[in-house]
């Protein structure tokens, strides 16, 4: 497990963060409260690629401030209708590739950060306020993956999805008030592809589509997690609904550091599937903001499986 980190110190330029109060026995170990001129890039690199995440996304991701800035206070993810070329793998897959330089040009650019490399976390509660796009196609995303693939490819080694949402906004007979308002949680894990397997739960949550900003939050104990939005439980697993091919420890895959990605997708197969299907053209940019992100532990460098149930379920 990487060492716990504690709050930048203000560099040069920056404002002061706001403080952070304790919570319930909580200790803060990590957080971005996007106070600064500038992106801190001590806490976050660029994923820059057009591979599509495997799931026939329609966006390049790129390092430009276009796609990714600080405005008052808040990280601004920006996807725009857009021709773009880039690579047509990311990174790490491209020393295994037969063409590790071959390009492709996409209709949208967004951008993709992860913590990777600079911060990750084997239990805890992660929990970020956001404000999400609406739109068909869209696809804004909180998730992590781990920082190392322990127990094979994916997803042997698992990923945690905090939250999901696709195509907020757009006509939904299922959704009340008869507009996409779905959000959803989910793990991946079992065998590489293609004997994967993944256990999830979404819920309509209204209150995704007022224009304000909401907390998502997953709690990540050795034997479950729960999800939560604004302190309402929405999703919860247990270690025996989770396994990998390759341990059967019972906390695996799930029993590693993860790191942390924000990203804003376009188009996939999950968001195109639904809704109206496809993508709308027209009415970019679309922008995914971020107010704060903020880790928290329980007893120093582990954590305690004891918590209040009632407050786990924001009871």
């Given at each position: 497990m990487t060492p716990a980190f504690v709050i930048a110190l203000v560099l040069e330029g920056m404002h002061t963060p706001a403080a952070v109060p304790e919570q319930d026995n909580w200790t803060l170990v990590w957080s971005d409260e996007f106070d600064g001129e500038t992106l801190d890039r001590t806490k976050w690199s660029f994923d820059v690629d057009c591979w599509?995440?495997?799931?026939?996304?329609?966006?390049?991701?790129?390092?430009?401030?276009?796609?990714?800035?600080?405005?008052?206070?808040?990280?601004?993810?920006?996807?725009?209708?857009?021709?773009?070329?880039?690579?047509?793998?990311?990174?790490?897959?491209?020393?295994?590739?037969?063409?590790p330089t071959a390009e492709v040009t996409r209709e949208y650019s967004s951008a993709r950060l992860t913590t990777r490399g600079k911060?990750?976390?084997?239990?805890?509660?992660?929990?970020?306020?956001?404000?999400?796009?609406?739109?068909?196609?869209?696809?804004?995303?909180?998730?992590?993956?781990?920082?190392?693939?322990?127990?094979?490819?994916?997803?042997?080694?698992?990923?945690?999805?905090i939250l999901?949402?696709?195509?907020?906004?757009?006509?939904?007979?299922?959704?009340?008030?008869?507009?996409?308002?779905?959000?959803?949680?989910?793990?991946?894990?079992?065998?590489?592809?293609?004997?994967?397997?993944?256990?999830?739960?979404?819920?309509?949550?209204?209150?995704?589509l007022d224009g304000a900003f909401h907390t998502y939050t997953l709690i990540w104990y050795p034997e479950r997690m729960i999800w939560q939005v604004d302190g309402r439980t929405f999703a919860e697993r247990s270690a025996d609904e989770w396994s990998t091919s390759a341990s059967s420890a019972p906390a695996a895959p799930f029993d590693q550091p993860f790191h942390l990605i924000l990203n804003l997708a376009i188009g996939g197969r999950l968001a195109e599937s639904r809704g109206l299907g496809g993508v709308q053209r027209g009415g970019y940019p679309k922008r995914m903001e971020v107010d704060w992100v903020r880790v928290w532990q329980k007893g120093g460098p582990g954590i305690s499986p004891a918590i209040d149930q009632a407050a786990e379920r924001g009871e």
């Amino acid at each position: 497990m990487t060492p716990a980190f504690v709050i930048a110190l203000v560099l040069e330029g920056m404002h002061t963060p706001a403080a952070v109060p304790e919570q319930d026995n909580w200790t803060l170990v990590w957080s971005d409260e996007f106070d600064g001129e500038t992106l801190d890039r001590t806490k976050w690199s660029f994923d820059v690629d057009c591979w599509g995440g495997g799931n026939d996304e329609r966006q390049c991701y790129t390092d430009s401030a276009r796609n990714a800035q600080l405005e008052q206070g808040r990280l601004v993810i920006t996807a725009r209708e857009e021709t773009v070329k880039g690579a047509a793998l990311p990174a790490r897959m491209r020393a295994e590739s037969s063409s590790p330089t071959a390009e492709v040009t996409r209709e949208y650019s967004s951008a993709r950060l992860t913590t990777r490399g600079k911060a990750s976390w084997t239990y805890g509660k992660i929990e970020v306020s956001a404000r999400l796009p609406q739109g068909q196609g869209t696809w804004p995303a909180i998730w992590m993956l781990p920082e190392e693939d322990r127990y094979g490819s994916w997803a042997a080694s698992g990923e945690i999805d905090i939250l999901e949402a696709v195509n907020l906004g757009v006509a939904c007979q299922k959704c009340p008030g008869g507009r996409e308002n779905r959000i959803l949680g989910t793990l991946h894990f079992g065998g590489a592809w293609p004997n994967n397997q993944h256990k999830g739960e979404e819920m309509a949550f209204s209150e995704v589509l007022d224009g304000a900003f909401h907390t998502y939050t997953l709690i990540w104990y050795p034997e479950r997690m729960i999800w939560q939005v604004d302190g309402r439980t929405f999703a919860e697993r247990s270690a025996d609904e989770w396994s990998t091919s390759a341990s059967s420890a019972p906390a695996a895959p799930f029993d590693q550091p993860f790191h942390l990605i924000l990203n804003l997708a376009i188009g996939g197969r999950l968001a195109e599937s639904r809704g109206l299907g496809g993508v709308q053209r027209g009415g970019y940019p679309k922008r995914m903001e971020v107010d704060w992100v903020r880790v928290w532990q329980k007893g120093g460098p582990g954590i305690s499986p004891a918590i209040d149930q009632a407050a786990e379920r924001g009871e």
